[in-house]
């Protein structure tokens, strides 16, 4: 029997509309976004299906060309950027299902709410997002069984945001990371107050201790490696983002240390972002 493998599909960033610019900056920017394509022989699941209606077709595409039959969408956290996009998934697969872990599951209802849809995903994406407002289904027992391979939701708690999981594929060494994990590109750590840090440093720990040969970031660059020396690399910037908190004075000098620290990672908008909700 042929053994499973994977592909992964890069969103490139996109402009996103918001008046808030950070210094040295044009415009703000959305992070390059990660989905996955785990399959064997003849069937497939497809790990977050992006947001915008325009990039979620461009996934379905792709998918599509991989010659495979998608059965199950999987959702790795409630974040509207990772699940939005799902009906161009379903159009195109349409007996695939939409699942996630039960914590996810849980929380995902909330992106579609006034406070989150209309307060935040609206105007940044106007007319962008699908007006088809689907949730995952939880998934039971946490496990995708493909092609006789068992894939395993693993629920992390907090990391960029509550109730986050990870898809782990033990018979390939591969964790699809979510936002557990991020590549080369600057950290959304506005949901990190109290002891939010803290917990995602554990949930980094939960990803090591599988032992994986393969990571995939939630946010990445197209084609860099999927190396697990991210999940090291994401705790790194993390400590640093908190040591640097604790002897900044405001969030614009928040800003410029992590900056110093990390002057080639993707997108300081999001950096700023982070850096004002930590010090108003």
């Not at 900056?25 to 325009?54: C, F, K, N, Q, Y």
């Not at 993390?238 to 405001?250: C, L, M, N, P, V």
């Amino acid at each position: 029997m042929t053994g499973l493998a994977y592909s992964v599909y890069v969103a490139p960033s996109k402009p996103a509309v918001s008046d808030d610019v950070p210094p040295g900056e044009d415009r703000r920017m959305w992070s390059p976004t990660a989905s996955t394509l785990i399959h064997g022989e003849r069937d497939a699941v497809l790990v977050d299906p992006l947001m915008t209606v325009d990039e979620s077709r461009r996934l379905a595409d792709w998918a599509a060309a991989q010659g495979k039959n998608v059965t199950t969408v999987f959702v790795t956290h409630a974040h509207g950027d990772h699940f939005f996009g799902a009906p161009a998934l379903l159009d195109r697969f349409p007996r695939a299902r939409l699942v996630a872990a039960a914590d996810v599951a849980a929380h995902a209802g909330a992106q579609w709410d006034s406070a989150w849809f209309d307060g935040f995903w609206q105007p940044r994406f106007p007319d962008q997002i699908s007006d088809r407002h689907l949730v995952p289904e939880p998934l039971p027992d946490g496990r995708i069984e493909l092609e006789g391979e068992e894939l395993r939701a693993v629920e992390l708690g907090h990391t960029d945001t509550d109730g986050t999981s990870a898809l782990h594929v033990p018979s390939i060494g591969l964790v699809v990371a979510g936002d557990a994990v991020y590549g080369d590109v600057h950290l959304y750590l506005g949901e990190a107050k109290g002891n939010g840090a803290q917990e995602w440093l554990r949930a980094l720990d939960v990803l090591e201790g599988l032992q994986p040969t393969a990571v995939v970031s939630g946010h990445k660059r197209d084609g860099d490696p999927d190396s697990p020396d991210d999940i090291g690399r994401t705790r790194r910037y993390i400590e640093d983002f908190s040591a640097a908190a604790e002897k900044s004075h405001d969030h614009a000098d928040l800003y410029e240390t992590m900056v110093r620290l990390y002057p080639d990672r993707v997108n300081r908008g999001v950096l700023w972002n982070s850096a004002k909700i930590a010090l108003p």
